[in-house]
């Protein structure tokens, strides 16, 4: 029986990090693995996780929240049949519903194949004060499904936002647990937590359209191809994402302006720069970066917008920015 678990959360709430805090945790004698899924088709989350030691299986165009949910149970079956995880953490895309995900991990199909334990959910708390945020049914239905709650970037807080949680957290059922952390920083003792919670969810809203060719494999070049780009939408957001070749060397500091500039709410990114990899995660007005030494096998870019976006003008801009 694979220990598995649900983890969920709004675009930008660290699930990611989370899961990259969790897998290090990971003790040596066991196997885990990750399905992640994301909204677009470009693979970041999968390139971010590829050196965590799990066993990763990525289902990009946010089709795992599919009515069919075709693509997440092959790729589900994969795993379970041929890495026969001890553990499976399951990461859907931060715009998804969560229904249907729970409702396949709890069908009968699965009964003999794996244990559903505690479903987190990250929150950053930010985002309680966004109107446009809070009224969102995948942002409030994420929260409703989950067994933990983990109010994620602290740190970040003002004294409004600890306010607003505070509001938020009495109009739930007092049995429901919270947990305040920075930086996803959670102990993977969480895991073995029980599913308490059978809360009956509204179907999600079904969007988005995906492309003719769903995979279970992110992006790739074609042929002699330097680069291409894919792009996806969903109610109102919509998503433009980059690769290129493992030749494509780009400026670090034209790179960073340009990530931090886009008018966007979202970037992600793994790039090749002449000091090795550059990682880029911007939410909102947050930006992290992180250099290593050896330089990834490719580049990708993910940005992702609730408000319409020029992508070929920010794709003129980012093409000038590369070296070789």
Not at 24 to 33: G, M, S
Request: with cysteine.
């Amino acid at each position: 029986m694979t220990q598995t678990n649900l983890i969920t959360g709004f675009l930008g709430s660290g699930k990611t990090t989370t899961i990259r805090h969790l897998l290090a945790q990971k003790p040596e004698n066991e196997k885990w693995a990750v399905l992640v899924n994301e909204f677009g088709e470009i693979g970041i989350d999968g390139a971010l996780l590829a050196d965590s030691g799990a066993v990763l299986k990525e289902i990009p165009g946010g089709c795992m929240c599919c009515v069919n949910g075709l693509p997440m149970q092959v790729g589900l079956n994969m795993l379970l049949q041929k890495a026969k995880p001890d553990r499976l953490l399951i990461e859907p895309t931060g715009l998804g519903h969560p229904k249907q995900i729970l409702s396949l991990l709890t069908s009968e199909v699965y009964h003999s194949w794996l244990t559903l334990n505690a479903s987190l959910c990250l929150l950053d708390a930010r985002l309680l004060s966004d109107e446009r945020t809070f009224n969102n049914e995948n942002f409030r239905d994420q929260l409703a499904a989950a067994d933990i709650v983990i109010a994620n970037k602290v740190d970040t807080y003002t004294e409004n936002d600890n306010q607003k949680l505070a509001e938020w957290t009495a109009t739930q059922n007092p049995a429901l647990r919270i947990e305040r952390v920075s930086q996803g920083q959670i102990d993977a003792s969480l895991l073995d937590e029980l599913r308490l919670n059978q809360r009956e969810l509204p179907d999600g809203k079904h969007h988005h359209a995906h492309a003719s060719k769903q995979g279970l494999a992110a992006l790739s070049l074609q042929g002699q191809q330097r680069w291409r780009r894919a792009l996806n939408e969903a109610g109102e957001y919509s998503s433009c994402g980059w690769i290129f070749d493992t030749e494509t060397v780009f400026d670090t500091a034209g790179i960073l302006d340009w990530a931090r500039q886009a008018p966007v709410d979202r970037v992600k990114a793994v790039v090749r720069i002449k000091e090795g990899t550059l990682r880029v995660n911007r939410q909102g007005n947050d930006l992290h970066i992180e250099t290593l030494g050896a330089a990834p096998l490719d580049s990708r870019i993910e940005l992702i917008s609730r408000n319409k976006c020029d992508w070929n003008t920010l794709q003129s801009l980012l093409l000038k920015i590369r070296l070789s």
